[in-house]
Nanobody, 125 residues
């Protein structure tokens, strides 16, 4: 499966953005999906994940209560609704997919087989 992320841009602090990640050359059937981000000079950070069954999603403490991950399986599209954005949320955001990641490794980048190209989110103060 190939992933195409979109929706990034420049927003003021306190604003909102919605990222999308669409599958091409395949579908999301059976995949666990996640969003990661990487700020300049920092390691890639897992921020949210959701399983194929659309059961309860999972969030890092840094975004819990502000970001919402969701997926539309028939459309093979993953979303990340980001509210109350802050300058520290500035990063390149990546979507990722895996057929085999176990729960304890949801936040481990090497557990994901497929990655989108990244979309830049810049939050100004």
């Amino acid at each position: 499966v190939q992933l195409q992320a979109s929706g990034g841009g420049l927003v003021q602090a306190g604003g909102s953005l919605r990222l999308s990640c669409a599958a091409s050359a395949g579908t999301f059937r059976g995949y666990t999906l996640g969003w990661f981000r990487q700020a300049t000079g920092k390691e890639r950070e897992w921020i949210a994940g959701i399983k194929w069954t659309n059961s309860n999603p999972f969030y890092s403490d840094s975004v819990k209560g502000r970001f919402t991950i969701s997926r539309d399986n028939p459309k093979s599209t993953l979303y990340l609704q980001m509210n109350s954005l802050q300058p520290e949320d500035t990063a390149v955001y990546y979507c990722a997919a895996s057929l085999s990641v176990i729960h304890s490794n949801l936040g481990v980048p090497s557990s994901y087989n497929y990655w989108g190209q990244g979309t830049l989110v810049t939050v100004s103060s």
